[in-house]
């Protein structure tokens, strides 16, 4: 375990490598890693914010952090927002841990994992839940010619997941079971989400799993179609995303992290209430094509931290062997 625990920490520094500013007009330097002016006081309103980076995947949800910032909601509370963009949750975990980022935005998978193997996170609100009905914000396509329409076809097939053991590969076995297929014979390999048409197309990979804009992409090739969307077959209204912060940063900036959790539910509440406005910044954030953004199915974005799914999650990972014992989402959750 202290191996392990150790190997993810020297990772700390390679993920602060990976990561990228991608917007905010805040200053440069390090993360701040204790309370200075308290966010909220009179000197924080009257213009002296205090700085806080914020990692985010390059995926389209999390354009709805920008929307906060640019909705001036972060500063009504006090707080400097610098986006920082990783490649996935479990790289972002050590940055955060050894205080390189006082927070980010995550699959709560990944946070789970974290503290099962000691490392000292807490939840500090919720982002973003796959849609409990009708089409949802991610799925898995295979090409229409292999013949594979149900997951319970995917036994002894390859499947590509963006990073193994985590949301992807667990909610597909957990597909597959109910389909009456054997989720062990599921080969899972890795890719990135911008690589796997391409793959899936020369015959590299059986079927892809991906999140929107790719999933809208891939199905508008007629050649491809959806085999169905694993986070609704397996955890209806499942946690896609949650923020996240350091237990050592948490019980070090009680005011910043109480700041930033009213400006994230204040934010995505707002954020579902205008989901065009969300999806205008898209072109922008993610370099997309207006068209696209403007068509894009986004997930639900609500700020409170949804615990009893996050509680059946938990059992999941027990049943899939990712974790030994069912972990305790109230412990790791910010009071």
Not at 34 to 56: F, N, Q, R, W, Y
Not at 317 to 327: I, R
Request: glycine letters at 10%.
């Amino acid at each position: 375990m202290k191996r392990h625990l150790a190997q993810l920490l020297a990772a700390g520094a390679l993920a602060a490598l990976a990561l990228t500013g991608c917007g905010s007009g805040s200053l440069s330097g390090p993360a701040s890693t204790a309370e200075g002016s308290s966010p909220g006081s009179s000197t924080a309103a009257g213009g002296d914010l205090k700085k806080i980076t914020v990692g985010v995947l390059s995926i389209a949800p999390s354009v709805a952090l920008q929307y906060g910032v640019d909705e001036g909601i972060f500063a009504d509370h006090g707080l400097n927002v610098e986006l920082q963009t990783g490649q996935g949750g479990a790289a972002m975990l050590p940055a955060v841990s050894t205080g390189t980022m006082n927070f980010s935005v995550g699959n709560p998978l990944s946070v789970m994992l974290a503290v099962n193997k000691g490392l000292d996170m807490k939840i500090v609100s919720g982002f973003s839940n796959s849609k409990t009905e009708g089409e949802d914000i991610n799925g898995v396509v295979a090409a229409q010619a292999s013949g594979i329409t149900s997951f319970g076809n995917l036994e002894g097939k390859t499947v590509a997941v963006n990073t193994l053991k985590t949301q992807g590969d667990l909610t597909i076995m957990e597909s597959a079971a109910q389909a009456g297929a054997d989720p062990a014979k599921i080969k899972f390999v890795e890719m990135p989400f911008p690589d796997m048409q391409a793959q899936l197309d020369r015959g590299s990979v059986d079927a892809i799993w991906l999140p929107q804009p790719f999933l809208a992409k891939a199905l508008s090739d007629t050649k491809n179609v959806l085999v169905g969307s694993p986070n609704q077959k397996a955890l209806p209204g499942l946690p896609t995303m949650v923020s996240f912060t350091s237990g050592n940063f948490a019980q070090q900036n009680a005011g910043t992290v109480k700041a930033f959790r009213e400006a994230m539910e204040e934010t995505l509440a707002k954020a579902e209430q205008n989901p065009d406005a969300v999806r205008a910044l898209l072109p922008k954030f993610m370099n997309m094509d207006p068209a696209v953004a403007q068509k894009l199915k986004m997930e639900s974005f609500d700020g409170k931290v949804p615990t009893a799914v996050l509680a059946d999650l938990g059992s999941l990972m027990v049943k899939y062997n990712y974790v030994d014992k069912n972990p305790d989402v109230n412990a790791m959750t910010v009071k």
